[in-house]
């Protein structure tokens, strides 16, 4: 990672850490209890309990910790300190439940792998020069058949160009599924965000 990328590496998180930190941080995607696409992966079996998670940009660890709950052992990560500090206030860390500060562009920040990796907001915040990064850490971090689970909104962009972008980032590790409309909108949104669920497997 050059000089540049890793300016606004830094710039980025420091811009999310201050949002994570503010008492009226309402983000618009956020929601009560859990995205319809995880919930449906877990109920048709395409994320078996049992399984190690990776819940990638978990914020306050709402996702993590339902997850937790319905069996899995689950490694909620964010590079925000501030959400970590909430995630770990708010749910109790457990043998099933741990979150951990992570910049998931950094080379080498995390070490083991999982046998499923779900992303719900944290790619499509990420700017050029970083996309790469993230690509080639969520390799490192999969093993083969290692499902990967990934919500992206479809918000300035089309659903043609949003899978044209996950399939020219992730298909030389990761096989493309299926992809399911989805919503990416919380209460606090104002107006209705659509978005994509992309199902992908490692080769």
């Known amino acids: ?7 606004r590496s830094w710039r980025h998180r420091r ?3 201050k949002r994570w930190g503010s008492d009226d941080h309402t983000p618009q995607w ?8 995880v919930r449906q992966a877990v109920s ?12 990638i940009g978990c914020g306050r660890g709402d996702m993590a910790a339902w997850l937790a709950e319905a069996g899995f052992e689950v490694l909620g990560v964010d590079f925000s300190d501030n959400a970590i500090k909430l995630a770990r206030h708010e749910h109790r860390v457990s043998q ?11 080379r080498g920040a995390l070490t083991r792998q ?8 944290c ?41 044209e972008q996950v399939r020219s980032l992730l ?29 992908l497997v490692k080769r």
Not at 1 to 7: A, E, G, I, Y
Not at 132 to 140: D, E, H, I, R
């Open 1 to 7: 990672m050059d000089l540049f990328t890793r300016f």
């Open 44 to 55: 048709d079996g395409w994320l078996k309990p049992g399984m190690s998670l990776l819940d």
């Open 96 to 106: 099933q439940l741990d979150f951990q500060v992570v910049d998931v562009t950094k």
């Open 171 to 199: 298909e030389a590790e990761f096989e493309l599924l299926d992809v399911q409309p989805t919503r990416m909108d919380g209460p606090a949104s104002k107006k209705e965000i659509l978005g994509g669920a992309f199902r």
């Open 123 to 163: 790619l499509h915040t990420l700017r050029d020069g970083l996309t790469q990064a993230y690509a080639s850490n969520v390799a490192t971090w999969a093993r083969t058949g290692t499902r990967f689970l990934l919500l992206m909104h479809y918000r300035n962009t089309t659903p043609e160009a949003r899978e």
């Open 15 to 17: 811009r999310w850490n």
């Open 114 to 121: 999982f046998d499923g990796l779900v992303d719900r907001g």
């Open 30 to 37: 956020e929601i009560e209890g859990v995205a319809e696409p």
